[in-house]
């Protein structure tokens, strides 16, 4: 449970844990002890109390972001990172409809970039997965980024349907293994 005492946050659900950003004021999370059917409808109000059994984990406050686990005994299951601005901003980008990257792997990008488009963008050449990527891209203009991925990495986009994108390194290049920045 992320419940909000007057704050602005962001929630991003993982298969591991919740990614909880916190922008503004305070956030508790809680691990719940009873799960709540999926046609419940949750109260976000700021004094609206939960609707099940709760664990309290603690609080973050602005500029705090962490991986809450919860299904660990105690505590958020994870560190608590302390965001620079700058990694604030990176991380809060998709909200201006941009995607930052500063030297994650290229499997990382795919990952993120899946989430926005509907094409089934999929690394079929395991030697590119650790491509570290640098740049900056508008989440409409998935095209752009692919071209970049060709014309600066040496990368093959394939397209063996239209909703399906394929990605190797090009037969006579080897793969690039410094990163490259765009805008």
């Given at each position: 449970?992320?419940?909000?005492?007057?704050?602005?946050?962001?929630?991003?659900?993982?298969?591991?844990?919740?990614?909880?950003?916190?922008?503004?004021?305070?956030?508790?999370?809680?691990?719940?002890?009873?799960?709540?059917?999926?046609?419940?409808?949750?109260?976000?109000?700021?004094?609206?109390q939960?609707?099940?059994?709760?664990?309290?984990?603690?609080?973050?406050?602005?500029?705090?972001?962490?991986?809450?686990?919860?299904?660990?005994?105690?505590?958020?299951?994870?560190?608590?990172?302390?965001?620079k601005?700058?990694?604030?901003?990176?991380?809060?980008?998709?909200?201006?409809?941009?995607?930052?990257?500063?030297?994650?792997?290229?499997?990382?990008?795919?990952?993120?970039?899946?989430?926005?488009?509907?094409?089934?963008?999929?690394?079929?050449?395991?030697?590119?997965?650790?491509?570290?990527?640098?740049?900056?891209?508008?989440?409409?203009?998935?095209?752009?980024?692919?071209?970049?991925?060709?014309?600066?990495?040496?990368?093959?986009?394939?397209?063996?349907?239209?909703?399906?994108?394929?990605?190797?390194?090009?037969?006579?290049?080897?793969?690039?293994?410094?990163?490259?920045?765009?805008?």
């Amino acid at each position: 449970m992320v419940r909000a005492v007057g704050t602005a946050f962001t929630v991003r659900i993982n298969p591991e844990a919740l990614k909880v950003i916190v922008t503004e004021g305070k956030v508790a999370l809680a691990a719940a002890t009873k799960v709540l059917p999926a046609t419940t409808e949750l109260d976000t109000t700021p004094t609206a109390q939960p609707q099940t059994g709760q664990s309290d984990r603690g609080y973050l406050v602005k500029g705090q972001s962490v991986d809450f686990n919860p299904q660990a005994d105690t505590g958020f299951g994870n560190q608590i990172q302390q965001l620079k601005e700058d990694d604030l901003g990176q991380q809060l980008a998709w909200r201006k409809g941009l995607l930052l990257f500063a030297g994650e792997p290229l499997s990382e990008v795919i990952d993120e970039v899946n989430r926005y488009t509907k094409l089934d963008i999929q690394i079929i050449d395991p030697e590119i997965a650790d491509i570290s990527i640098g740049g900056q891209f508008k989440v409409d203009e998935i095209e752009t980024m692919l071209k970049v991925l060709e014309t600066s990495f040496g990368i093959n986009v394939n397209r063996p349907s239209p909703s399906t994108v394929h990605l190797e390194y090009k037969k006579n290049k080897r793969p690039v293994r410094n990163s490259t920045t765009y805008r």
